[in-house]
Nanobody, 123 residues
Framework: QVQLVESGGGLVQAGGSLRLSCAAS?????MGWFRQAPGKEREFVAA????????YYADSVKGRFTISRDNSKNTVYLQMNSLKPEDTAVYYC???????????????????WGQGTQVTVST
């Protein structure tokens, strides 16, 4: 069993920064961040391998967001810089604990999810 708890969301002005954290219990494996804006489907944001050696980003956040993990703390982070109003969404972290060789960029590739944290970017 894996439990995930996100934190770090909030209200920020456009151009500002936030750092999201996702604390995991158990053995989370590969991890990813997704987001869901009102009226839209959940979309992939970033993923990181269990070792932290590989990362991947959606084009919409590449160069602005950085995913990282500290396995000694069983925590994954999402550093978000140069935030835009279109980044407003509920952000979820997911974990793939099934031992897959590569991480996924779709929601079906994760078998555990956190409760989400709201990020609101104002103009």
């Amino acid at each position: 069993q894996v439990q995930l708890v996100e934190s770090g969301g909030g209200l920020v002005q456009a151009g500002g920064s936030l750092r999201l954290s996702c604390a995991a219990s158990g053995r989370p494996g590969h991890m990813g961040w997704f987001r869901q804006a009102p009226g839209k489907e959940r979309e992939f944001v970033a993923a990181i391998s269990w070792s932290g050696g590989s990362t991947y980003y959606a084009d919409s956040v590449k160069g602005r967001f950085t995913i990282s993990r500290d396995n000694s703390k069983n925590t994954v982070y999402l550093q978000m810089n140069s935030l835009k109003p279109e980044d407003t969404a509920v952000y979820y972290c997911g974990a793939d604990s099934r031992g897959n060789p590569v991480f996924a960029t779709t929601g079906s590739g994760y078998n555990y999810w956190g409760q989400g944290t709201q990020v609101t970017v104002s103009t």
